[in-house]
DNA sequence: TCCGATCCTTACACCATCTGTAAGTGTTCC
DNA sequence: GGAACACTTACAGATGGTGTAAGGATCGGA
């Protein structure tokens, strides 16, 4: 069953909401503190979040900006304030949909329903520059072309982008690949770098990993940004 | 570039769209004659689709539920028709998202941006019941797993997928695994099958491969709906 | 209920691909 | 120039996908 979290300081809104959706058959899940918003909602990452702009702690602009940052949990922002604004604000920071309120019963569930279903299976996509990476199975997705990476391929890539243009050890790597720190095979690593090195050069992506002397790697941008 | 397609008759109106997604950047493509416009897209394979409703030859809703049965290419209606039913019928059709004509220029671009960024690596994705399917690596998505379907195995599914309901006939299968019709070897079809079957059930989904004696094959629904 | 046609299962051997090993070549920087 | 570090290449073992073969199960008409 599909899990949605309500962010609404009004009361009867709230539970007006919740009722919908209840009855529509989501398990719905309130928040009811309203700073450190952004924190509570990773911690119950649920598969949509319903979000109002309007609150007494953290701003909905915030919330939204700071999820979107540390995840791909899909956002319906849901608002009384009918401002062309705040719609591209909104949709600018991540935000994947935007109703104003008062709303239509099936109008709400629609698009409820529609944002779920589009985002079936991204819950695992880490985020690149200008590609993407599924933890699960390392397919990467790039331009419009996708392909499954080796496994350990797709296990250094990963690292790469969860410690995202910082500096990566090469007890980092060893650890993703053999889940060992102990006995480090330096050029076992080393010959899976270069193949991921080629594999990315093959499909052009505009990335590169850089040795950093003496300890570790960086993945960097071919113009020099750190990506 | 994001590549867009507009599927509008109205000359003025079509021109007026072109011209505000070409100033943002977008290289635009235009249908002018309205039958099987639905394989006409399938052709240009767009990055995103402007569809209107109303259109002289195929009604909207027909090619977007054609569409979507066929591909997994974002589709935006834009419709001067500013009824409730039709944007849930859209939306229920698989439409990504609706909009009522007249229309901002920042709303219309934002839009745009916002589906074409959801759909970043989707292009390949064909939709089952309940599951997706990534033609070109066959990473099959369901729930919030993702997994690498064997070749063999992927080209079956896939061929399911594209006749939705529809008896296959083993002479399908085989062309999709061999690229010939010559040599149908029916046991290694078979066993091919039985393993498609195994990864499914493994999976726990809820459809099932029925054999239509003498035929060929059916995906239906494990309660006998047709998927 | 029997029998042939159709459909399914299992085990095995081949083959492609991924992976680690080894040995040697570049590169950097003091 | 030399030592530490980084890279490349080729090879062989392991893994997992595929076709083959043989036999078992199921269906449906006589």
Same mark, same amino acid.
């Given at each position: +069953?599909?899990? *949605?979290?309500?962010?609404? %300081?009004?009361?009867?809104?709230?539970?007006?909401?919740?009722?919908?959706? /209840?009855?529509?058959?989501?398990?719905?899940?309130?928040?009811?503190?309203? %700073?450190?918003?952004?924190? !509570?909602?990773?911690?119950? #990452? &649920?598969?949509?979040?319903?979000?109002?702009?309007?609150?007494?702690?953290?701003?909905?602009?915030?919330?939204? /900006?700071?999820?979107?940052?540390?995840?791909?949990? &899909? *956002? @319906?922002?849901l608002t009384s304030r009918d401002q062309l604004r705040d719609e591209l604000h909104a949709l600018d920071l991540g935000a994947d949909e935007f109703l104003t309120k008062p709303c239509r019963r099936e109008r709400l569930l629609a698009r409820v329903a529609n944002v779920i279903r589009r985002y079936e299976g991204r819950a695992h996509l880490l985020e690149g520059s200008g590609f993407l990476l599924d933890r699960q199975t390392y397919t990467l997705y790039l331009d419009n072309r996708s392909v499954v990476l080796p496994k350990n391929q797709g296990k250094l890539l990963e690292v790469f982008l969860i410690h995202r243009g910082e500096i990566v050890t090469k007890n980092d790597l060893c650890?993703? @690949?053999?889940?060992?720190?102990?006995? *480090?095979?330096?050029?076992?690593?080393?010959?899976?770098?270069? /193949?991921?090195?080629?594999? +990315?050069? #093959?499909?052009? +992506?505009?990335?590169?990993?850089?040795?950093? =002397?003496?300890?570790?790697? =960086? @993945? *960097?941008?071919? %113009?020099? !940004?750190?990506?």
């Open positions: +069953m599909k899990c *949605i979290t309500i962010v609404e %300081d009004e009361a009867l809104m709230r539970e007006e909401l919740s009722d919908i959706l /209840r009855k529509a058959g989501y398990q719905v899940d309130e928040i009811l503190t309203f %700073d450190h918003v952004a924190e !509570q909602l990773l911690e119950r #990452s &649920p598969d949509l979040v319903l979000l109002d702009l309007n609150l007494p702690g953290d701003s909905g602009f915030q919330v939204c /900006r700071e999820l979107k940052r540390k995840s791909a949990i &899909p *956002i @319906l922002v650890l993703a @690949l053999w889940q060992t720190t102990e006995y *480090i095979d330096e050029n076992a690593l080393q010959v899976n770098l270069t /193949r991921l090195k080629k594999t +990315m050069a #093959s499909l052009g +992506m505009r990335q590169q990993i850089a040795p950093v =002397r003496g300890v570790g790697y =960086r @993945l *960097i941008a071919e %113009d020099g !940004q750190t990506s």
